[in-house]
């Protein structure tokens, strides 16, 4: 396969040259406008210049355009028993930026979205602490508050991977993500508000939900970054992402950041919940399985061209994006290659990386209907590379389901059709 | 009134202690829980921990809970003729964080939203070029693109206080604004494609609705930061913030960044359009009018408490909140005031203020149902603080519409309600 954009890329001016004036046409008086064949709609009735369009009692609360019907969550149904314990994944083939509106943010559920009204919430701090506390609703709003932006990531989003390529699309192999702005109060402004004592080592968290979703959760985070977050993007949280308060847990796997969280118990030591040892375990290559890999690694995924974002417009210039994000830090770099791997292009961030947020990756390139083999590949900033499925396979067999960061490839073919395929 | 904080802060614990024994209760085991009154909420069934919730197909788009209904863009009235030309505001009294979510973000259109499908969507560059030229939707994505936020506030927003305190409500007297995460295409770039000739000094930029809503714009701004957008947060722009494509005009007033866009004409002077000429000019106290003061100036408004977001917890720790902005840079300082303007403390950004987009600031402190003129005071980069409405209607008398960045005060009461009110 080739890898174009070797040089210095064609004028984008000759390309629209090229194919403008056959689909949109050249406006009168250009150079080229004596080929052009008019474009009908600038020669026909533009309806919605003519005449009024909808007032503003129309949208209260506004939904997005009747053409942007596609650009939703969905859930694969044979992935769960029941809707109540699924995963619905975010349209990130179809996004572009870094934030995640909520209404098409991922979600995830083990018994449910639960409707939990402000007045009804209490969160309850207890166990090694100098005062139990029980805070409601309105006690949260009375203590200082963060604004930070942060990914959460599900820890088995690509899981369906480790055995081959499977699902066709983006949103199915890397949608279990979104990335929002949260506004809420500190964990570790609450935990001192009670006292931990020198014994307490670890904060065991539950939601108010029945599945509970209990996690443990070791002090030094849980003093760090977290933050008990009522806000997501300006507005109250969603009733799907923890309405009235969530816990966020920066760069950890989103099954830590508990929803409708109601208690925090300071312990000695883990609890080994369901949540930690039947699940969010990583089985591995021998058989065995490791637990407590909770920071979420180096990843990212070419968004666009992928199976669900074909190539549909013709050769020439075409922009190559993704995302990019890591539990560790800031991603500092991301490489596309076009050929499997075997040659790699250093992308354009659209903005430097923020520690634990997606980042946003373009290459801006040149497609001649070659046939490519599209990867990314992220660098954070502690130097850690995002590795390949079959790295990644040599200590973790085809047997796990969590924690599969590796690299992703889109077979693009001639017509601009893509597929996800691996390439060994 | 007596200013409060003037020492060290109580302990938020001594706070809880007094007030949450009554409300949410200390659990079993703390000191002072033999006095605590049994919550209620512990003792009954919760429903929500008992059965299952919503399935994830319940909602592949999602809007917010129930409880969050009146969180909405609301108009007035009596302000226009007509909801097509009307003005829907952003309820910034109940939004935290700095992002706007598209589906309560401002809109305000001069001849409604119209419906414009991406197929039929074109636009051109014409006038003083080397070569004009016509993009479909398509074309426009395959140019490089960028990521930007940014702040887009009316000219007209706080305009009805030049006459002195009327709407009660921050989403009334400030709402006429929003703050978004662009993606688009920088319009440099396309102007660079066409080739504008030594001789075009502005650029006359038009929408595809009736109103056209035409405004003229100097070729350094042109060339300098504007985008044409076509998603923000992330996705698709909503119907009423002009899909498929708008103008992004950093820091500029909201007028500027037109809707739809359809058409960008570069010529060698202003077209001085009625939108520049009847509209969006300022009257000043000699009954003259000045144009083209397209910058916002800095400004900032404490959100809550406010009009429509009072007290209603007890006395004791208490979180001022509000935004600040200007369109010449960065939010580098905000000063609170709660006795009317003569004593000022320096709030805390919750980021480093980020240029041309809003920054959300804290004041941690206390009440013990004191009244308080609460006032709110910007500084941004350039050294420029935030006027008071005085020291603006000096030169601009009380007859302006537009431009209107003085400070704003409102009178928290005893029991916590609050008032839209002058100081003089």
Same sequence: chains 1, 2.
């Avoid at 026909?44 to 942007?68: C, F, H, N, R, S």
């Avoid at 809707?83 to 991922?106: K, M």
């Avoid at 139990?132 to 949260?140: C, K, P, Q």
């Avoid at 702005?181 to 939601?207: D, F, M, N, Q």
């Amino acid at each position: 396969m080739t890898v174009r954009f070797k040089g210095k890329a064609p004028s984008r001016r000759a390309f629209l040259k090229g194919t403008l004036a056959s689909t949109a046409g050249m406006v009168a008086g250009a150079g080229a406008a004596s080929a052009a064949t008019p474009d009908p709609l600038i020669t026909q009735k533009q309806e919605w210049a003519m005449g009024l369009g909808d007032g503003v009692d129309a949208t209260p609360y506004g939904l997005p355009i009747q053409y942007e019907g596609d650009v939703i969550r969905r859930n694969v149904e044979w992935l769960t028993a029941d809707t109540i314990s699924s995963i619905n994944f975010s349209p990130i083939h179809a996004l572009d930026g870094t934030i995640t509106p909520q209404g098409c943010a991922f979600e995830r559920h083990h018994s449910g979205a639960i409707d939990l009204k402000k007045e009804d919430y209490r969160l309850m701090i207890n166990g090694m602490v100098d005062q139990e506390l029980v805070f409601s609703y309105e006690d949260l709003e009375r203590f200082p508050r963060v604004n930070k932006t942060f990914f959460l990531e599900c820890a088995a989003n690509t899981g369906m991977e480790w055995a081959g390529a499977q699902l066709n699309g983006a949103q199915f192999t890397h949608g279990m993500i979104h990335n929002m702005e949260y506004t809420g109060v500190s964990l570790r402004t609450l935990l001192e508000e009670a006292g931990v004592k020198p014994e307490g080592k670890w904060v065991y968290v539950e939601g108010a939900d029945a599945s509970s979703n209990g996690r443990s959760i070791p002090i030094e985070k849980a003093l760090d970054d977290c933050i008990i977050a009522f806000k997501a993007n300006g507005e109250a949280l969603r009733k799907e992402h923890g309405y009235p308060a969530r816990l966020v847990v920066p760069g950890w796997e989103g099954n830590m950041w508990v929803k409708w969280i109601r208690r925090i118990e300071i312990t000695d030591q883990a609890i080994e919940s369901r949540e930690e040892t039947s699940k969010y375990t990583d089985t591995l290559e021998d058989g065995t399985s490791r637990k407590w890999t909770w920071v979420m690694d180096a990843k990212s995924v070419v968004t666009s061209p992928s199976p669900q974002s074909p190539i549909k417009h013709g050769h020439g210039p075409l922009v190559i994006t993704g995302l990019a994000w890591s539990g560790r830090g800031a991603i500092t770099r991301v490489d596309v290659s076009k050929d499997g791997g075997k040659t790699w292009e250093t992308a354009r961030l659209a903005n430097p990386g923020q520690p634990m947020a997606l980042t946003r990756f373009y290459l801006d390139t040149q497609w001649a209907g070659e046939e490519m083999l599209l990867q990314s590949r992220a660098v954070d900033e502690t130097g850690y590379v995002q590795p390949t499925k079959a790295m990644l396979r040599e200590t973790r067999g085809e047997n796990s389901i969590y924690h599969n960061n590796c690299i992703q490839t889109w077979w693009v073919k001639a017509d601009g059709e893509a597929e996800n395929v691996e390439v060994s």
